[in-house]
């Protein structure tokens, strides 16, 4: 069958989930990830897992449109009116996530190394589905403003996490590496990746000033995002705090970003719907239970750190 047979059905499947999850009062994304899981090829096989590898391109594309809207909620005004309060928060956050992930591991008897880089994993936030479930349910105001700029936040604070995880598993291993560079290395990463998106962010600004219409003007932010994905990734840097970037590049320097940007929430759907999907279908969940004791450990853990790390 052809790839695109399967997206219609993803797509209906994603819908109908959805529906099912929403009369349980449960979001949409959760339907999608349901049905991702049931058509997937773990499950009932409907998907086949070639077909499911294929489409690691709609994840970057949804993914890279997700991160270009976080990002569009970052305006200067916005910062000058709460401070430094949601950078605070992502830190802490972040910080205690790994604290607690690590120290709960090693309690319990598990090796250094591995407590120190699943405590460093622990830190990240997935911003997909906390910007579904926000649209979905029309969320504004000042908790739901925070809680997008912390979700953003998120991504570089986890990326300098785990290098300094990396870097201390290496020294621990080998006393003799170069230390330096692997402390270095998240700092680089996340520069380079905000780089390029503020780079970005500045030179599509004078075509965006040229072309008035907003449909023109909407292929500039979907070309945008394309480039932006596809040069992140090619360096090795953060594809999201790429994306996040040129997003609050281009809402800085350009009045009319707000109104494209909503008219891009209008188109976006499909791609995130099967977004959900395919990561649904991609879960193995034969493996769920030989995670044991290391899993019950880590979300436990997880939540009590980011709960404790945001209420500090």
Same mark, same amino acid.
């Given at each position: 069958?052809?790839e695109?047979?399967?997206?219609?059905?993803?797509?209906?499947?994603?819908?109908?989930?959805?529906?099912?999850?929403k009369?349980?009062h449960l979001p949409n994304?959760?339907?999608?990830?349901?049905a991702?899981?049931?058509?997937?090829?773990f499950?009932?096989?409907?998907?086949?897992?070639?077909?499911?590898?294929?489409?690691?391109?709609?994840?970057?594309?949804?993914?890279?449109?997700?991160?270009?809207?976080?990002g569009?909620?970052?305006k200067?005004?916005y910062?000058?009116?709460?401070?430094a309060s949601?950078?605070?928060i992502?830190?802490?956050?972040g910080?205690?996530?790994?604290?607690?992930?690590?120290a709960?591991?090693?309690?319990?008897?598990f090796?250094?190394?591995?407590?120190?880089l699943?405590g460093?994993?622990?830190?990240?936030t997935?911003?997909? !589905?906390?910007?579904?479930?926000v649209?979905q349910?029309?969320?504004?105001g000042?908790?739901t403003?925070?809680?997008m700029?912390?979700v953003?936040?998120?991504? !570089?604070?986890?990326?300098?996490?785990?290098?300094?995880?990396?870097a201390a598993?290496k020294?621990?291993?080998?006393?003799s590496?170069?230390?330096?560079?692997?402390?270095l290395?998240?700092?680089i990463?996340?520069?380079?990746?905000?780089?390029i998106?503020?780079?970005?962010?500045?030179?599509l600004?004078?075509?965006?000033?040229w072309?008035k219409?907003?449909?023109n003007?909407?292929c500039?932010?979907?070309?945008?995002?394309?480039?932006?994905?596809?040069?992140?990734?090619?360096?090795g840097?953060?594809?999201?705090?790429?994306?996040?970037?040129?997003?609050?590049?281009?809402?800085?320097?350009?009045?009319?970003?707000?109104r494209?940007m909503?008219?891009?929430?209008?188109?976006?759907?499909?791609?995130?719907?099967?977004?959900?999907v395919?990561?649904?279908?991609?879960?193995d969940?034969?493996?769920?239970?030989?995670?044991?004791?290391?899993?019950?450990?880590?979300?436990?853990?997880r939540?009590?750190?980011k709960?404790?790390?945001?209420?500090?």
């Amino acid at each position: 069958m052809s790839e695109l047979f399967y997206l219609g059905i993803m797509l209906f499947a994603g819908l109908l989930f959805g529906r099912l999850a929403k009369l349980i009062h449960l979001p949409n994304v959760t339907g999608y990830l349901v049905a991702g899981l049931v058509l997937g090829p773990f499950v009932t096989g409907v998907i086949p897992q070639g077909t499911v590898e294929g489409l690691d391109i709609v994840s970057d594309i949804a993914l890279g449109f997700i991160a270009v809207s976080i990002g569009s909620e970052f305006k200067f005004s916005y910062f000058k009116r709460v401070g430094a309060s949601p950078i605070v928060i992502a830190v802490f956050e972040g910080v205690m996530a790994i604290a607690a992930v690590a120290a709960a591991l090693m309690l319990f008897g598990f090796d250094i190394s591995l407590a120190l880089l699943l405590g460093a994993i622990a830190s990240a936030t997935a911003p997909a !589905a906390t910007v579904m479930v926000v649209r979905q349910y029309k969320a504004k105001g000042p908790v739901t403003e925070t809680l997008m700029s912390v979700v953003a936040l998120d991504d !570089a604070v986890a990326l300098m996490g785990f290098g300094f995880a990396v870097a201390a598993v290496k020294a621990m291993a080998n006393p003799s590496a170069d230390i330096a560079m692997s402390v270095l290395q998240p700092f680089i990463d996340v520069a380079l990746s905000l780089g390029i998106g503020v780079a970005l962010g500045f030179v599509l600004s004078f075509p965006y000033r040229w072309f008035k219409k907003d449909g023109n003007r909407l292929c500039i932010i979907a070309g945008s995002v394309f480039v932006t994905v596809a040069l992140s990734e090619l360096v090795g840097g953060s594809s999201l705090l790429s994306s996040m970037a040129l997003g609050a590049t281009l809402v800085n320097v350009t009045r009319a970003t707000p109104r494209v940007m909503a008219a891009l929430d209008r188109v976006t759907p499909p791609i995130f719907m099967l977004f959900f999907v395919v990561s649904g279908a991609s879960l193995d969940i034969s493996v769920l239970p030989s995670i044991g004791l290391v899993g019950v450990i880590y979300l436990l853990a997880r939540v009590a750190g980011k709960m404790g790390g945001a209420w500090l």
